[in-house]
């Protein structure tokens, strides 16, 4: 069961897009996914600094080959001002989780502890539920909700990945 749990496959890529704050763009990216049988391991999209300017933080799986084609076709749309890969560059990445994970009144203090050794926060209960707030690495999320996993999660939802390249390099 935790092997379904895990988000990102072994040869991942993150990729971010600075595309016009418009109407289809999303649209128009995920299409060019679609048709080139790439698929989306996750996707982010928020307005920039600049209201005219969004960013899309795309993960895809695959090799270099795979990961140089995306790009070549995403530089391709009019919509796309920029595009960089975080390949070679260190990055910071961070997700953010809700898991509902049941919590019976026998299993609450350990659920508790685990919840505090990942720095997340429960951020709502029920008589039978809690609902906890992590955000971290991927491999952060992975492995909390692997070890609620044995409480039964009941739901979980996650952003996906956004990342920044550190330093002064910007996307």
Do not use: C
Request: hydrophobic share 45%.
């Amino acid at each position: 069961m935790a092997a379904s749990l895990t988000r990102r496959a072994p040869q991942t890529h993150v990729i971010t897009a600075l595309v016009g704050n418009h109407p289809g763009v999303l649209a128009r990216v995920a299409g060019l996914f679609a048709r080139r049988g790439y698929n989306i391991e996750s996707l982010t999209v928020s307005v920039t600094e600049d209201p005219d300017v969004s960013r899309m933080t795309i993960v895809v799986a695959g090799d270099q080959l795979v990961l140089e084609q995306i790009t070549k076709q995403l530089h391709k749309l009019i919509e796309v001002i920029r595009v960089a890969d975080y390949v070679d560059a260190p990055t910071v990445e961070r997700e953010l989780g809700l898991i509902k994970v049941r919590a019976e009144p026998k299993d609450r203090g350990e659920i508790m502890q685990i919840v505090e050794v990942f720095r997340g926060r429960i951020i709502d209960m029920s008589d039978r539920t809690f609902v906890i707030e992590v955000t971290g690495s991927v491999e952060k999320l992975d492995k909390m909700a692997e070890l609620l996993s044995s409480y039964g999660i009941r739901e979980m939802v996650r952003t996906g990945v956004i990342a920044m390249a550190r330093g002064s390099r910007t996307a």
